[in-house]
């Protein structure tokens, strides 16, 4: 297939292109490297950077087999403090991809989505059929896309599948994550035993969970990438799909603390600090649908191989 794959430069749009380069479809990337990287795109992709509502036209008219929407603002903090960012960047951006999609009779559209759409969970693990109260502009901003995506859907015969998941972590070889400002746990984990930062602090110690900590569901990119592949391949005229991807099991902070000590060989202080506002005690999705319909499971579901890579990834960037 020919794909368009926006985000391509960015943390989940790389390593997807680049599984879909590998997989032997032709792709093309287009970023504007707000937050992406230009080394970042896979050899054998071409890159187009600029603005995705004013690319999406002219390039789908040279006809595409479909489109993996990953480009996004994705700050939780951010988007309260700036809205008009993530509903520009997001929602405004989205609607002028899928009127240039109607527009150039675009097939298929794979939608990298969040499971933050969910807002505090009534229950856990978290299905596709649970209601969507977004407790953030970030996850408002990308359910206002399903929706639109919907009635594309319906109205144009547009083949869309929206997935849907938690916390990525991971890399693939030279593909991982590249923050400028750096919010996330194992990121910031590695920098401490990377030496970069002096201690980690632990959001809190007394939740309703096991430990005390936070509970996440993190999910290797490689098995996201390869989600958005058979997503791809499956998506079916005027459907819209929704899927949730998780890893089945959830991971506290303490435990995520703990495996960067056994991966890194680096004691890394960690302190307790209060509680983070808007984080819920446990966030995990069931992936029960997506093992049914789209055939997928994780294949690296441990937290050592997210660790690993992500590991590996960073040594690699520091020699760079
Ligand atoms: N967290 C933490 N210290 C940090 C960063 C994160 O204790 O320096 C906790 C956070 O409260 C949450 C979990 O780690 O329970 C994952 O946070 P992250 O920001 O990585 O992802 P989120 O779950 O918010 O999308």
């Given at each position: 297939m020919k794909l368009l794959v926006t985000g391509g430069a960015g943390y989940v749009g790389s390593v997807s292109a680049a599984r879909m380069v590998e997989a032997g479809h032709e792709v093309v990337v287009v970023d504007d490297l707000s937050t992406g990287h230009a080394d970042a795109v896979p050899d054998g992709a071409r890159l187009v950077v600029g603005d995705i509502a004013e690319l999406a036209g002219p390039l789908l008219a040279d006809g595409f087999d479909g489109v993996l929407h990953c480009a996004a603002k994705s700050l939780v903090g951010e988007s309260m403090q700036d809205p008009a960012k993530y509903w520009n960047g997001n929602v405004v951006t989205s609607l002028r991809l899928l009127e240039a999609m109607r527009d150039n009779a675009t097939p298929r559209l794979v939608f990298s989505s969040?499971?933050?759409?969910?807002?505090?969970?009534?229950?856990?693990?978290?299905?596709?059929s649970a209601s969507t109260r977004p407790t953030n502009t970030y996850g408002a901003s990308k359910l206002a896309i399903d929706l639109a995506i919907s009635s594309f859907s319906t109205a144009h015969g547009l083949g869309a599948v929206s997935l849907r998941y938690f916390n990525v972590a991971g890399a693939y070889g030279r593909y991982g994550e590249r923050h400028t400002v750096e919010t996330h746990l194992i990121p910031i984990v590695l920098q401490v035993a990377s030496g970069q930062r002096e201690q980690v602090q632990v959001?809190?110690?007394?939740?309703?969970?096991e430990d005390g900590t936070c509970v996440r569901d993190y999910i290797h990119v490689l098995d996201l990438a390869e989600a958005h592949l058979r997503a791809m391949e499956r998506a079916r005229g005027g459907e819209h799909q929704i899927y949730n991807l998780g890893n089945g099991l959830g991971f506290s902070v303490e435990q995520v603390i703990q495996t960067c000590r056994e991966v890194t060989?680096?004691?890394?202080p960690a302190a307790v600090a209060p509680r983070r506002t808007g984080d819920p005690a446990v966030l995990v999705a069931s992936s029960e649908r997506a093992q049914q319909e789209l055939g997928w499971k994780p294949d690296h579901p441990e937290l050592s191989s997210m660790v690993r890579t992500a590991w590996e990834f960073l040594g690699a960037t520091a020699e760079a």
């Open positions: 969040t499971a933050a759409v969910y807002g505090e969970p009534e229950q856990v693990p978290i299905t596709e959001y809190g110690d007394d939740w309703p969970t060989g680096h004691p890394i």
